[in-house]
């Protein structure tokens, strides 16, 4: 238990592994236990997160710092710490990894041991990519994440699974390859080191800057995903089991909004001013084309697949605003979605598992017959669509409000976004729950079930919770977004005509070289 909590970050990286191992080596006719075994690691690791966060001190700076030599000849290093921002998004990993297990006890009832091990083994690449300071182990952490969703969805998805697995794999693997060729080239610029902290501190090149930004932010942008990259995520989804969804839509759509919030924008800071425009454009029109096309859906899952592409526009246009509301916003916006469309896709997960089908016409009325579940639903509803009081409002108001100041036509655009979000959310809530049942199998179905509440209970305090009182969240990525802005904005150090002292512009940790 000391080595535990001596080495906590690397132990919550890599309890996940522990318990994979416990479960290959139970017999497969033991399916319970191989459910309780998940749970129970996947629990245990969201309280190690929570013993990181009592001992977080929000400096700005990296935290839990370990460092072990891992491939010396080439100057790579197992080299891990957590910042604000990088401590939300392990939590927030944390905490919907045991939900989508509990929530899958009933709907996966084949190879239920591949299916448990592939979950662990995603959540121990997840905490992984959000806590690495090597590139190359984020890479890593980034590529082990691809394998077990692939199978996610291969194995366990709707009919068209194989597809939508292949068309993921597809797009995220050219992503990776331009992004490992951009690693390779930078790495080699810095003098040989993976070290993020090293590379901040380099001055790369103008076209350099361009074209290595170029090749992240594609990456990142399939990740997120952007318009024009956008067109696989839909089809993930929809085929998706419901973990598989809550996870991807919680957790793996951030890793890309992370990866421009760690590496491409702090990086490549003049790349950012040429491309701001462009990348601002893209994210307004993600915000409207995703609410728009997701209006026009007649399956209720793939119409919160296309919810996600517009709420993730707000999370791009705040981060690009380069305003410190805005990006504070942004990344609070990153746990919002997580929260509340995962509770979306885990409660049409729960009606499919009633009604086998997705499809809205199918439905009508049944708030009458799942009254508990309708409630639930209408609540997380009011949330993803940014009621006051509720999680979503303070990310979005964070963003649009700080976006004005800075990027004010931009900003006026997305608010339609909100309009739009309302329409297609509470139209879609109107003809699934409401009105005549006109469908005689709507007629007997069963409300809630315990473990039901279990699942969804968590998920409802924390909606309340960061909407009622935000100020802990943002206190604790307040510091850290202001290091990311320092390090964005530091456009005059690599100004040809910059003076000897430009380089106090950088935060004080990558003067020190903290964490070489």
Known sequence: MNWIYAHLLTSIIFLPLVGLLVTLAIPSRYEKTIRVVSIVTSSFVLLLVGKLWGGFAGSGEFEFVEIASWIPSVQIFYRVGADGVSLLLMALTAFLVPISILASWREINRSVK??????????????????????????????????????????????????????????????????????LYSSNAAGGSFDVVAWYAHKFGLTEQFLLFGAFAVA???????????????????EAPTAGSVILAGVLLKMGTYGFYRFAMPLFPMAVIKFAPLM???????????????????????????????????????????????????????????????????????????????????YGGVARTLPVLTAVFVLITFSSIGLPGLNNFVGEFMVLLGSFQTRTIYSAVSISGVVISAIYMLWMVQRVFFGEITNEENVKLPDLRVREYWVLAPIIILVFAIGVWPRPWITAIERSSNTFLGLTKRVEIFSPTASKGAENAFPSFVRRGEGR
């Open 114 to 183: 591949a299916f448990h091990a592939l979950i662990l083994l995603l959540e121990t690449g997840m905490l992984g990519v959000f806590a690495s300071l090597d590139v190359f182990l984020f890479y890593v952490f980034w590529e082990v994440v691809l394998i077990p969703m692939y199978f996610l969805i291969g194995m366990w998805g709707s009919k068209d699974r194989i597809r939508a697995a292949l068309k993921f794999f597809i797009f995220t693997m050219a992503g990776s390859v331009l992004m490992l060729a951009a690693i």
């Open 220 to 238: 990142f942008a399939i990740k997120v995903p952007m318009v024009p990259f956008h067109t696989w995520l839909p089809d993930a989804h929809t």
């Open 280 to 362: 601002l454009t893209l994210s307004v029109i993600g915000i409207v084309y995703g609410g728009l096309v997701a209006m026009v859906q007649p399956d209720v899952k793939r119409l919160v697949a296309y919810s996600s592409i517009s709420h993730l526009g707000f999370v791009m246009l705040g981060l690009f605003s380069l305003d410190p509301q805005a990006v504070e916003g942004a990344v609070l916006q990153m746990v919002n979605h997580g929260i509340s469309t995962g509770a979306l896709f885990l409660m049409v997960g729960m009606l499919y598992e009633r009604r086998h089908t997705r499809m809205i016409s199918d």
